[in-house]
């Protein structure tokens, strides 16, 4: 195999595909990235056995066509220090000799042939969706993904096309995240759909992934995996076993109690007051009523902060605690100039709404 | 002054001695005298059969000695009287969340609002001397009053075996006659001043006016001002820094069956769990012990995540403890006990989906705890048959 590479090129493909590899994993080959060289591109292919990434670079020349397996912190490291523009790889007895102007490395490679087969999937997308459109609703959930529970389905990002619209949910058990885009098209019966949770880490690899936010992503599902295809790459993982648990029922249907404010102005207001928090501190108290919103914290060890909020609020007065962070998890990631957030009583959740699109279900925490 | 708040005081009879006349009936009867016995000794506690020849602890041996020859002398156990002091206080926590232990043998019990629960206070004072000669085979003496002075005052009235009330309408007929040194933080030179402008009895001192005490004794002053009338508002204040929650069991005869055990560790972990919520906390280990016949002593520790309160989640992890030990090297066993130690506080966030199994097992101990409650701690117990996790 012999092939020369566009430096920046291989560097971007390197960095997409690299945080796949599990340099831990005891499995030498799994700690490698594959190299197919063939007509026109050069195939990077790497996974962790959970999920697995294909990206085709065309910024190549093929000079001879072949495959081999490289250690992916090594390879990653000689193109990120490279000073040239060009790089040529050529394997000749299983060592792979990458040369720049002024540099020769040679590398030891593992043979191609033990690297795990890349999932296959046969026929069309089941639905496709904009790249902007897919990273969007991805920021806007992610965040709520539990980190490690044992309660798997929180760890994933469930994902629904109901009515064409598509749903991502995604929830830690106190707080769940709700975004909705338009497909570009749904192929399928909508109803024949399944309903999969997608693993966190496979979202956060398909957000780095999505550069282009006008290029068309094909979504595929089987009943186990799921593939995010793009123009020049392919992303498919297994999904998280599991019952998402029912989040229609914890969207809040009525409520007496109204807030209406602007979405920078209420952000800047909670993070003031959350200034002195801890760990320790239970939360943000929130006072609202007629007049607005005073918002107050308390640590033992540091002190005490206020703020006064001029906001809209309709409703009888309230007194409610929420983790600040929560609110700010949310703030962040809405894509609205003003939100709304209702609530109806201190022990019951709060829903906040940004546009027709957003919506975010957080639960309190107990001021006592 | 009316009954604002309602604090008993539990104090041990002659605490070591009697634990020693309990472990050796040869010594019931006879004058014992814990402590050692040197030129320098010092008697730790005097049997009231002793206490009749004028001994008393603190006492030097020597002295208690010449006072009464025949008394039998005892260096004493302290990790025996430690461990049967926690089981008092895990008696005491049965009646009232808030329990200050103030020594090894005395503590204080907050019984305030508890009578719609456990009946009147006198009956429970009357229960609590008879859970501790019940499960213990020692007696206490308590004393009911609206605060913790007076408790402690009205414990020490009527040794031993004692149970005596000072209701406030009798603070005035039973204060004025004692001696000042009763009065908590009056010892013996703080008598000796007293004593110097005329101040002997309790009485003498409500006499004094607050400017003079205050001139005085400082901040003492307002303090035997508010004492000598009966008044104190300190709280019962929990040990808030318990690190640990236990109950265990020593068997009459070791059990030879580890489904004999598991029958037991069960009631233990119920019993454990029960107290954790009564705390309000949360237990992120929980651990086994179990003594062998030899007195070979094994202790085996989990970690749950998340912390809990839930009987099932403690049950769980011991029997899994115990299943493991048991499968790899089961002897007969002498003691087991259960206890969980790295509480937390339950967490201030509330859930928006809570784990179904969570959900039930959570309505059942609420439901279990409601009913034991009332009728009493073993009115409803998980069955010893099943065969659980």
């Known amino acids: 195999?012999?092939?020369?590479?566009?430096?920046?090129?291989?560097?971007?493909?390197?960095?997409?595909?690299?945080?796949?590899?599990?340099?831990?994993?005891?499995?030498?080959?799994?700690?490698?990235?594959?190299?197919?060289?063939?007509?026109?591109?050069?195939?990077?292919?790497?996974?962790?056995?959970?999920?697995?990434?294909?990206?085709?670079?065309?910024?190549?020349?093929?000079?001879?066509?072949?495959?081999?397996?490289?250690?992916?912190?090594?390879?990653?490291?000689?193109?990120?220090?490279?000073?040239?523009?060009?790089?040529?790889?050529?394997?000749?007895?299983?060592?792979?000799?990458?040369?720049?102007?002024?540099?020769?490395?040679?590398?030891?490679?593992?043979?191609?042939?033990?690297?795990?087969?890349?999932?296959?999937f046969g026929g069309e997308a089941d639905f496709q969706v904009t790249g902007g459109q897919l990273k969007q609703l991805i920021g806007q959930t992610l965040f709520a993904a539990a980190k490690e529970s044992t309660r798997y389905a929180f760890n994933g990002v469930l994902l629904v096309v109901k009515n064409k619209v598509l749903h991502l949910i995604a929830t830690d058990g106190r707080r769940l995240a709700l975004a909705k885009g338009d497909p570009i098209g749904v192929k399928k019966n909508e109803k024949e759909l399944s309903q999969p949770i997608i693993p966190a880490k496979a979202l956060n690899l398909l957000e780095k992934l999505l550069s282009d936010p006008e290029e068309t992503v094909g979504v595929q599902l089987t009943e186990n995996q799921i593939m995010f295809s793009t123009p020049n790459a392919t992303l498919t993982s297994n999904l998280v076993e599991g019952q998402f648990p029912p989040y229609d029922d914890v969207l809040p249907k009525e409520s007496d109690k109204k807030m209406t404010a602007s979405t920078a102005d209420f952000l800047s207001a909670i993070k003031r007051a959350s200034l002195l928090t801890t760990e320790e501190s239970k939360g943000v108290r929130m006072a609202f009523n007629k007049k607005g919103l005073v918002l107050s914290s308390r640590s033992p060890e540091s002190g005490e902060a206020t703020v006064?909020?001029?906001?809209?609020?309709?409703?009888?007065?309230?007194?409610?605690?929420?983790?600040?962070?929560?609110?700010?998890?949310?703030?962040?990631?809405?894509?609205?100039?003003?939100?709304?957030?209702?609530?109806?009583?201190?022990?019951?959740?709060?829903?906040?709404?940004?546009?027709?699109?957003?919506?975010?279900?957080?639960?309190?925490?107990?001021?006592q | 002054m009316g009954w604002d708040r309602v604090i008993l005081h539990v104090d041990m009879d002659a605490f070591y001695a009697s634990v020693e006349q309990r472990d050796d009936p040869s010594l019931r009867g006879k004058p014992v005298l814990v402590g050692h016995d040197g030129n320098r000794g010092v008697v730790s506690a005097a049997s009231y059969e002793a206490r009749k020849f004028g001994c008393r602890s603190a006492q030097p041996m020597s002295l208690?000695?010449?006072?009464?020859?025949?008394?039998?002398?005892?260096?004493?156990?302290?990790?025996?009287?430690?461990?049967?002091?926690?089981?008092?206080?895990?008696?005491?926590?049965?009646?009232?969340?808030?329990?200050?232990?103030?020594?090894?043998?005395?503590?204080?019990?907050?019984?305030?609002?508890?009578?719609?629960?456990?009946?009147?206070?006198?009956?429970?004072?009357?229960?609590?001397?008879?859970?501790?000669?019940?499960?213990?085979?020692?007696?206490?003496?308590?004393?009911?009053?609206?605060?913790?002075?007076?408790?402690?005052?009205?414990?020490?009235?009527?040794?031993?075996?004692?149970?005596?009330?000072?209701?406030?309408?009798?603070?005035?007929?039973?204060?004025?006659?004692?001696?000042?040194?009763?009065?908590?933080?009056?010892?013996?030179?703080?008598?000796?001043?007293?004593?110097?402008?005329?101040?002997?009895?309790?009485?003498?001192?409500?006499?004094?006016?607050?400017?003079?005490?205050?001139?005085?004794?400082?901040?003492?002053?307002?303090?035997?001002?508010?004492?000598?009338?009966?008044?104190?508002?300190?709280?019962?204040?929990?040990?808030?820094?318990?690190?640990?929650?236990?109950?265990?069991?020593?068997?009459?005869?070791?059990?030879?069956?580890?489904?004999?055990?598991?029958?037991?560790?069960?009631?233990?972990?119920?019993?454990?769990?029960?107290?954790?919520?009564?705390?309000?906390?949360?237990?992120?280990?929980?651990?086994?012990?179990?003594?062998?016949?030899?007195?070979?002593?094994?202790?085996?520790?989990?970690?749950?995540?998340?912390?809990?309160?839930?009987?099932?989640?403690?049950?769980?992890?011991?029997?899994?403890?115990?299943?493991?030990?048991?499968?790899?090297s089961f002897r007969p066993v002498r003691l087991v006990g259960v206890s969980v130690s790295q509480l937390t506080e339950p967490p201030a966030q509330l859930c928006l989906f809570e784990h179904p199994t969570e959900r039930k097992q959570r309505k059942l101990d609420t439901a279990m705890d409601a009913i034991n409650t009332k009728y009493g701690k073993h009115a409803l117990r998980r069955g010893a048959g099943r065969g659980g996790a």
Not at chain 1, 60 to 69: K, N
């Open chain 1, 1 to 120: 195999m012999k092939v020369i590479c566009n430096r920046g090129a291989l560097f971007e493909a390197l960095n997409v595909i690299g945080n796949v590899v599990n340099p831990r994993s005891p499995k030498e080959v799994l700690k490698c990235v594959k190299l197919s060289a063939m007509d026109d591109r050069l195939v990077l292919s790497a996974t962790d056995l959970e999920v697995a990434i294909r990206y085709s670079d065309s910024q190549v020349q093929i000079e001879t066509p072949g495959e081999t397996l490289l250690p992916a912190d090594k390879f990653r490291d000689i193109v990120r220090e490279s000073i040239d523009d060009t790089i040529s790889i050529e394997v000749i007895s299983e060592q792979a000799h990458l040369r720049g102007n002024d540099s020769h490395f040679k590398i030891y490679t593992q043979p191609a042939s033990e690297f795990p087969p890349m999932p296959e």
């Open chain 1, 308 to 367: 006064n909020f001029a906001c809209k609020f309709e409703g009888a007065d309230i007194e409610i605690g929420f983790n600040p962070a929560f609110l700010v998890d949310a703030l962040r990631v809405v894509d609205a100039d003003e939100i709304s957030l209702e609530l109806t009583a201190a022990n019951r959740p709060g829903l906040m709404k940004g546009g027709n699109n957003f919506s975010y279900v957080i639960m309190p925490v107990n001021l």
């Open chain 2, 64 to 328: 208690a000695r010449r006072l009464c020859p025949a008394a039998v002398i005892l260096p004493g156990d302290m990790k025996k009287y430690q461990r049967i002091s926690s089981q008092i206080m895990a008696i005491l926590d049965d009646y009232s969340p808030l329990v200050e232990p103030i020594s090894i043998d005395e503590a204080f019990v907050d019984l305030t609002g508890t009578e719609r629960l456990l009946g009147p206070p006198f009956e429970v004072a009357t229960r609590v001397k008879q859970h501790i000669l019940r499960e213990l085979s020692l007696t206490a003496s308590v004393g009911l009053a609206a605060n913790k002075f007076l408790a402690k005052l009205a414990s020490d009235l009527n040794k031993p075996d004692g149970l005596t009330v000072i209701a406030p309408e009798d603070v005035n007929v039973i204060l004025p006659p004692l001696d000042v040194s009763k009065l908590w933080g009056v010892g013996p030179k703080t008598a000796d001043r007293l004593a110097e402008v005329g101040v002997r009895t309790i009485g003498d001192l409500q006499l004094v006016p607050k400017n003079v005490l205050d001139q005085r004794f400082g901040e003492l002053g307002g303090h035997f001002h508010r004492l000598c009338r009966g008044l104190d508002t300190r709280a019962v204040t929990p040990d808030q820094q318990a690190k640990s929650i236990g109950h265990e069991t020593t068997f009459g005869a070791d059990l030879d069956h580890p489904e004999d055990v598991r029958a037991v560790l069960i009631h233990l972990s119920e019993n454990v769990a029960w107290r954790l919520r009564r705390h309000n906390r949360r237990a992120k280990t929980v651990t086994v012990k179990i003594r062998y016949g030899d007195f070979q002593t094994i202790t085996r520790a989990q970690t749950l995540t998340p912390p809990t309160d839930l009987t099932e989640s403690i049950w769980h992890a011991a029997s899994q403890l115990f299943n493991f030990w048991a499968g790899q």
